[in-house]
């Protein structure tokens, strides 16, 4: 089927309350421009070189999402246009993104990294950490932040009991953190979680967010 085919048929399954993210990161402007033709607006890139080269070649109301490891000193590069950074791992990229908001006289939606997997090269802050930080009302140290939610990535493996867990776990400490002084009743509520091989049960699990890849726009080319 055709990328716009891929995406109306996906969003047609998806509840109402969940929001889809389409994956273009390897996948050209044409690939983003077919998926825009069919009504996506947000789209999810990992690199920022890669992000911050098509940006300026693309509809200007598209919603751009960074959901990789990001370096501080490369938020400047996005900042003028991002729309949300999923991915974000340490109170210094926190610090980080403020501060490029602020020099651009904006806010940047954030969603704080957690890391639920099994796997050796860990990004994101422990449940721990996490409940630590959303003690103190943060957003009124970052103005130019909103928090809007939490973001996790199941391991990579085809056991979907444990899959399960990690997602069923994560929304936990969502729902928790919801009702810490530190979330803004506003802004926190997404939980970002799912991608092409767990996105259902991801939803199951109370996802609200999904970010899907390979289901719309085919195996990457690296
Ligand atoms: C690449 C990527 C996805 C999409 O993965 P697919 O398996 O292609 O759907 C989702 N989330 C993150 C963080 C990614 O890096």
Redesign the pocket.
């Known amino acids: 089927m055709s990328i716009a085919g891929n995406i109306l048929q996906l969003k047609n399954s998806l509840p109402d309350n969940v929001t889809l993210v389409a ?1 273009s ?1 390897f996948h050209p402007e044409a690939a983003i421009q077919e998926a825009y033709q069919a009504g996506q607006r947000i789209f ?1 890139e ?1 690199r920022v070189q890669e992000l911050t080269a098509k940006e300026p070649n693309l509809p200007k109301d598209i919603e751009w999402h960074f ?2 490891p990001l370096q501080t000193n490369k938020v400047k590069a996005i900042a003028p246009f991002i729309h949300t950074i ?2 974000i791992d340490s109170l210094k990229l926190l610090q980080e993104v403020n501060k490029q908001a602020a020099r651009n006289e904006r806010i940047i939606r954030v969603l704080l990294e957690i890391y639920i997997a099994e796997e050796e090269s860990k990004h994101g802050f422990s449940s721990e950490e996490c409940l630590t930080l959303f003690k103190e009302p943060i957003e009124d140290i970052y103005p130019n932040i909103h928090i809007c939610g939490l973001m996790g ?1 199941g391991t990579n493996t085809d056991q979907t009991e444990k899959v399960r867990k990690e997602f069923h776990g994560l929304r936990h400490l969502f729902d928790t953190v919801k009702n810490l002084p530190g979330a803004s009743p506003l802004h926190f509520h997404t939980l970002s979680m799912g ?3 767990d996105y259902r049960i991801a939803i199951e699990e109370g996802s609200t967010m999904i ?5 719309l726009f085919g195996k ?1 080319e690296y």
């Open positions: 994956v990161k999810g990992n959901i990789g999923q991915s990535m991608m092409t091989q970010r899907i890849g390979t289901m990457r």
